[in-house]
């Protein structure tokens, strides 16, 4: 048996509302011989790390696992974390004076963040960066780690956990002193936050990006706390040698935990969802000759909603299918959300709602409507097992 799982995020309204007759026949062939629903994915764990939901599509449930998106980031990055080790996203972003301008001595209410394109840096360029911050500030007990672009990853060893932290899209423009983190040790990640500051104001890729009129990579902030979390692995459970295909770091990350071996396809961050889908579709193809399981994350930015559903449809689902139909057995779960980081994030934590639209096909099954699950991570057993759906 082959299994491939499918999550689209980023269209609104759902596939399955679309006109799949005319836009995308292969979608409309799968539903038509298969179960489809809605699933409630959001999770009452007070939290502002959407990725929480990610979790139970997966089969795992949060309310076991679930200890925080530094905690994925560090598993992207190939970081072991020891029971009492805290794991910060620590990004670098842009600071400046609204009188000095880029360069200033301490942080202060003038001092505000502009944002940053991920892009707007390059990978080499952010690794060396945090590379020196770490040779010239790391310690034991505080350790940067380069993962990729503007996002990165430090780890306090035995450090504390409980913060209120701001994310740094949530800061855009206002008074960094009305935002810094609060909470027991939060002097130290304030004052690691100004030193690292003052070292990248001077720093000659930042002089040099000033220089030609671009924004500078002049401070760092921590955000996303997480500890140690382990998952069952996926082998163990399923009895079935998994992969996954994924840009983002997080869903990465999620991967590394799970024990799923990770696929390289050449992503380069500026292709277009048509190239996407056709990498995609070429390394899962590759990827089943060797695999039982193949869990695929295709994400749709906001300016390529247009013609979306045709090249999901044409580009990676068309050439897939044809491969999966060589073999007697096999089953599809495909799933669409909106975007897992373009939902709202409050200040404070909260419930996070997620909704996603499913539907699982394989040869010779039954339509059937209407399906949904108060547990969400009941699915993924549920579709690897083939049942049951009442």
Known sequence: MKYLAVLVSGLDPCLLNQNLEKDAPQLKQLLDQGFSGKLQAGTDISTRDEYISFLPVLGYDPGLYYKGEGSLLAARAGVHLEKDDVAFCCDLVTLKHQKEGYTFQKFGPKIVMENLPEDALSDEEGKELIREINEQFGTESIVFYPVKNTSHLMVWVAGKSKFQMALPN???????????PRGDGANTLIRCMEVASQFLQQHPINEE???????????????????AMELPAWEDLYELRGTMIADDDLIQGIGQLTGFSRVEYAETGTQTLKDRCSLKAKAVIKTLTGHDFVFVHLRIDKNEKEGAVQAIDQLFLA??????????????????TAPFSDFPRPMTPGPIEKEISFLISSPGQQKKTGLAFQKVFQLMPRFINGGPWD
């Open 319 to 336: 050439p897939v299918l044809e491969q999966l139909r060589q073999n007697s057995d096999w089953r599809v779960l495909f799933m669409e």
């Open 170 to 180: 949530e800061m855009i423009g206002k008074p960094l002193s009305s935002c810094l």
């Open 209 to 227: 990006r000033v220089s030609q009129g671009k924004q500078p990579a002049n401070g760092i902030w921590f955000s996303r706390p997480g500890k």
